[in-house]
């Protein structure tokens, strides 16, 4: 089987980040890929809650992955908010709703839709 290509949010997680390396992950796997969801940071309380409520297991934390690494990213595309050698990852996937300031030097697949939560908000 081909090497697990990992999916992971942002550094200091949220629930967003969090939830949607899990649907990634899901998806990517009925795809045929053979993924896997991970989190570049601490699970803050917010997300342990909805994890627990919704009898999810926590995704496995990593501190570093390898150079050459095929990786596919969710909710951010900022390589200051991601793993700090993500210059010398493979991204295959970018899939978020912020504020686009990504470049690669290559072909991929890179899908972003303006969604959030509008909370406190009078809109
Ligand atoms: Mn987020």
Redesign the pocket.
């Known amino acids: 089987m081909e090497e697990k290509v990992l999916i992971f ?2 550094k200091n ?5 969090i939830c ?1 390396s899990i649907i990634m992950q899901d998806l990517e796997n009925k795809l045929g890929r053979n993924a896997k969801a991970v989190r570049i940071g601490k699970i803050n309380k917010e997300t342990k809650y909805v994890l627990d409520y919704l009898k999810l297991e926590e995704i496995p934390y990593v501190e570093k992955i390898e150079d050459g690494k095929e990786v596919i990213l969710v ?2 595309n900022e390589s200051t908010q991601s793993i700090e050698n993500i210059e010398n990852l493979k991204i295959l996937k970018v899939i978020d709703h912020h504020t686009m300031n990504f470049k690669a030097p290559y072909q991929l697949y890179y899908r972003t839709e303006p969604v959030r939560m509008y909370c406190n908000s009078t809109i």
């Open positions: 949010g942002h997680p949220d629930t967003d980040s949607s909710d951010h």
